[in-house]
């Protein structure tokens, strides 16, 4: 079957990093996503990884090794308004272009 | 470039009425997901379209719920005889071809 693990909370103090994992079962691989929701909202987008290695993007990066199933993202300098709940996604194939979701690790910043 | 566009935003229907979703991709886009969300919840897939075809509908309950997405216009999630249970975020996301979903603003239901 197909399976997308992630902590489901994660607490952090603001100006702090913080790494969230996650790791993935799926019948094949075509890429590992990342989205950001805030409470209320619709997900945004934030990362793609397809290769081996870490992608970097301001305070935001991303992190994926295919042969173990894993991926990360690191969030630097943190912020308040980075308290959002954090879905990673996996690209199972290429015969669709369909997205399996993980349930997403709630973070909350702390002062 | 508009992004994915949906609505009503909010909608507010009583027990065994009808409610039409509507959902608009980006300008490009052939693939609509739609996702359902419970406060608190995490995302539920739905169902998966592209022009004229239901591609994966595994998500979808069997009776009262139908999704489509026509040659023209937008791509319609309808939900006939609704119940409070269906009170819920409903997401509707597009893609091109290989890249990650970009997501609509949500339609927010009530069932009273």
């Known amino acids: 079957g197909q399976n997308i693990d992630q902590p489901t909370e994660m607490t952090a103090t603001e100006g702090a990093i913080v790494q969230i994992n996650c790791t993935y079962q799926t019948s094949g691989f075509n890429g590992l996503f990342w989205y950001q929701q805030h409470a209320g909202e619709a997900p945004t987008f934030l990362s793609y990884n397809v290769l081996d290695g870490l992608e970097e993007k301001g305070r935001f990066s991303s992190f994926l090794s295919r042969s173990k199933g894993y991926s990360y993202l690191l969030l630097k300098e943190l912020q308040m308004k980075d308290s959002a709940s954090y879905l990673c996604?996996?690209?199972?194939?290429?015969?669709?272009?369909?997205?399996?979701w993980g349930a997403g690790t709630k973070l909350i910043i702390k002062p | 470039n508009a992004g994915v566009m949906q609505n009503p935003r909010h909608l507010v229907r009583r027990r065994g009425q009808e409610a039409r979703l509507r959902c608009s991709p980006m300008?490009?886009?052939?693939?609509v997901y739609w996702y359902r969300q419970l406060p608190e919840e995490g995302l539920k897939f739905m169902v998966y379209l592209q022009k004229e075809n239901i591609i994966d509908e595994s998500g979808m309950p069997k009776e009262r719920f139908s999704a489509e997405f026509p040659k023209e216009g937008p791509s319609i999630l309808r939900i006939q005889q609704v119940v409070r249970g269906d009170s819920a975020a409903y997401f509707c996301?597009?893609?091109?071809?290989?890249?990650?979903?970009?997501f609509g603003p949500g339609t927010r239901l009530t069932v009273l």
């Open positions: 996604a996996v690209r199972a194939g290429d015969s669709n272009y369909q997205l399996i």
């Open positions: 300008k490009g886009h052939s693939h």
């Open positions: 996301a597009s893609s091109p071809s290989a890249s990650g979903e970009f």
